[in-house]
């Protein structure tokens, strides 16, 4: 099993800020198998980023994603304030789809 | 416009079986694996098992043991059952959409949420 790890757990930024939330994998992923998720208190998750770089439909430029391997990256560029929310890293091989613990973007 | 909408019990006892329902609705039901996902309190996300439309499943070894899901075609729909429950299956439940094409496997479509309580 693919063991994704997240850090930081939370991150506290202004708005207009850059942030820069991490995903670490246990072992090497396929690039094509790695998904960026938001997740508002009390809604369901909205898929942002697959295949590691590319958005979802309706997700704005300001969200990107790159990485490779075992370390992926979500960047957002300048923070809005809807912005503010839980953000999941997951991947799928073997049969098995895992997430990852969950970075906190909080306001500061 | 895909939708997915769920439904099912939100207050179990220890011991009984979680019985959700998942709807699909404006779009092609085939040429995707529907998922079960689920998160405790204050937690993170846990991915349950899947399905294919014509029945192939993949589960989470961590509850394998105790998961069936299972897809009727001709309503669309697929289901969710979990036995023996206990306190820590206290979550909300979420059934979702997973591509499986060209080696891209994202969750793109999701319901919205289903809280479960299992309590005496």
């Known amino acids: 099993e693919v063991v994704l790890t997240q850090s930081p757990g939370t991150l506290s930024l202004f708005p207009g800020e850059r942030a820069t939330l991490s995903c670490g994998a246990s072992?090497?992923?396929?690039?094509?198998?790695l998904a960026w998720y938001q997740q508002k208190l009390g809604q369901a998750p909205r898929l942002l980023i697959y295949?590691?770089?590319s958005r979802a439909a309706g997700i704005p430029d300001r969200f990107s994603g790159s990485g490779s391997g075992t370390d992926f990256t979500l960047t957002i560029s300048r923070l809005e304030p809807e912005d503010y929310a839980v953000y999941y890293c997951q991947q799928y091989g073997r049969s098995l789809l895992t997430f990852g613990g969950g970075t906190k973007l909080e306001i500061k | 416009q895909v939708r997915l909408a769920q439904w099912g019990a939100g207050l179990l006892k220890p011991s009984e079986t979680l019985s959700l329902t998942c709807a699909v609705y404006?779009?092609?039901?085939?040429?995707?694996?529907w998922s079960w996902i689920r998160q405790p309190p204050g937690k993170g996300l846990e991915w349950i098992g899947e399905?294919?439309?014509?029945?192939?499943?993949n589960y989470n070894p961590s509850l394998k043991s105790r998961v069936t899901i299972s897809v009727d075609t001709s309503k669309n729909q697929f289901s969710l059952n979990l036995s023996a429950v206990t306190a820590a299956d206290t979550a909300a439940y979420y059934c979702?959409?997973?591509?499986?094409?060209?080696?891209?496997?994202?969750?793109?479509?999701w319901g919205q949420g289903t809280t479960v309580t299992v309590s005496s």
């Open positions: 399905i294919s439309h014509s029945g192939s499943t």
């Open positions: 404006g779009g092609s039901f085939s040429g995707y694996f």
């Open positions: 295949g590691a770089s």
């Open positions: 072992q090497s992923v396929s690039s094509t198998s």
């Open positions: 979702a959409r997973r591509v499986y094409a060209d080696y891209y496997y994202q969750l793109d479509v």
